[in-house]
Nanobody, 115 residues
Framework: QVEITESGGGLVEPGGSLRLSCAATTNIFSIYDISWHRQVPGQQRERVAYMHTSGRTEYADSVEGRFTISRDNAKATMYLQMNALLPNDTAAYFC?????????WGRGTQVTVSA
């Protein structure tokens, strides 16, 4: 079983920045498509950022230009750099690893944007 550890969440001021990390215990991290999702209680989970193994990225309109997804295959770690944070960015953030025969979710890390 692959273990996934998320970190980097916390309380930040509006306009601030935060970087989320998601480390996986797998030697084949490089063949997973990766993505970040967020969810507010009572609402649907939203995919905010995606990266194909080729490096191609996609972003939700709500975060385009503010969030950046990246990966370090040598460290088997993915990141979400969040800048210019808004109160509406407050949510639990989940990393997701996706390959043909394996779909893996992180446990989530809370991000709260408030003055």
């Amino acid at each position: 079983q692959v273990e996934i550890t998320e970190s980097g969440g916390g309380l930040v001021e509006p306009g601030g920045s935060l970087r989320l990390s998601c480390a996986a215990t797998t030697n084949i991290f490089s063949i997973y498509d990766i993505s970040w999702h967020r969810q507010v209680p009572g609402q649907q989970r939203e995919r905010v950022a995606y990266m194909h193994t080729s490096g191609r990225t996609e972003y939700a309109d709500s975060v385009e230009g503010r969030f950046t997804i990246s990966r370090d295959n040598a460290k088997a770690t993915m990141y979400l750099q969040m800048n210019a944070l808004l109160p509406n960015d407050t949510a639990a953030y989940f990393c997701y690893l996706d390959r043909k025969n394996r779909k893996l979710w992180g446990r989530g890390t809370q991000v709260t944007v408030s003055a």
